[in-house]
């Protein structure tokens, strides 16, 4: 039987907060193997202006469900039992909430932080099934992307300059498209890199437009990388992926060298808002900050 965990918090992470907001953006299936030669400007000249890792370590299996939950849920699949995109664990989880879900972030946030505002838009529907949406004070999934691929930015924009949200995730899946259709390495994927990268542009942009950027930190991580036209193995081109965080207290250009796991993430989240986590978590702060 699993234990609950809703107001289990053992750990403290900060007395106080770093930045009053954090704006999580997640591009799906960006490998780590394209920022050789891949052609995403605006991405590289955040990596100068903050904080930036090639080599944080997808968690196994190397798919989408497992990866976007353990940022969340900060544990690894052992623990959490989501070895799929299920909505459901393959397994029974160590430690489970009041809503019978994962602690994410958001759930932390509602427990601790009660009353302020939390939001995730994405474009895989399923992105949700991990993010505890009854924690949340907005959710909206982009029908058919691929047909508009303006969405994303515009819903985002909108929710950000609105609500001012104190933690925001957003959920880019084009690359992951790209990837699966044409192959690792394919000339289409690299052409959709630097689009990609220009919706990212205009969701920070976003972020200045509603007040808040200078009291903010901004992420942008991956699930998993590919290989060949498919993931969910442990290949390097798989397991290695990117991460770029900037904003208020974040060291620039700091290559972070330390050891850095998916889950790590909700950790890193935690300290910047000043959450206490649970014991069951295991993630750890990412030494990046001032």
Not at 41 to 63: C, H, N, Q, Y
Not at 139 to 168: F, G, H, M, Q
Not at 174 to 196: F, K, N, W
Not at 208 to 218: E, F, L, Q, R, V
Request: aromatic content about 10%; proline content about 6%.
């Amino acid at each position: 039987m699993a234990a609950l965990a809703a107001i289990a918090c053992s750990r403290p992470q900060a007395e106080q907060g770093i930045a009053s907001h954090v704006i999580v953006i997640g591009l799906d299936g960006w490998g780590s193997w394209c920022m050789e030669k891949g052609e995403c400007p605006f991405i590289r000249e955040k990596m100068k202006e903050g904080s930036w890792t090639l080599d944080k370590r997808a968690v196994l299996p190397s798919i989408s469900g497992a990866n976007w939950a353990a940022m969340m849920n900060g544990t690894p699949v052992e623990s959490s039992g989501i070895t799929n995109n299920d909505p459901y664990p393959t397994f029974e989880p160590l430690y489970l909430t009041e809503h019978r879900a994962q602690p994410t972030f958001f759930h932390l946030m509602k427990r601790q932080r009660p009353g302020e505002e939390c939001g995730v838009v994405c474009e895989w529907g399923d992105f949700l099934n991990y993010a505890d949406t009854l924690c949340l004070d907005y959710w909206k999934r982009i029908d058919r992307p691929a047909e508009n691929p303006d969405a994303i930015v515009e819903e985002s924009v909108k929710y950000i300059t609105e609500k001012k949200p104190v933690l925001c995730f957003i959920h880019i899946d084009a690359l992951d498209h790209m990837g699966h259709a044409y192959g690792q390495g394919s000339d289409a994927y690299y052409a959709e890199l630097p689009r990609v990268d220009e919706r990212v542009r205009r969701i920070v942009d976003g972020v200045k437009a509603a007040g808040i950027y200078d009291d903010s930190i901004i992420m942008i991580t991956s699930d998993h990388g590919h290989e060949g036209h498919s993931h969910g193995g442990h290949s390097d081109l798989e397991i290695r992926t990117p991460f770029v965080i900037w904003g208020k207290g974040v060291k620039k250009d700091f290559e972070l060298t330390d050891t850095f796991i998916q889950y790590d993430m909700a950790a890193t989240v935690a300290q910047i808002l000043g959450l206490e986590v649970p014991q069951s978590w295991r993630g750890k702060p990412i030494g990046v900050f001032e």
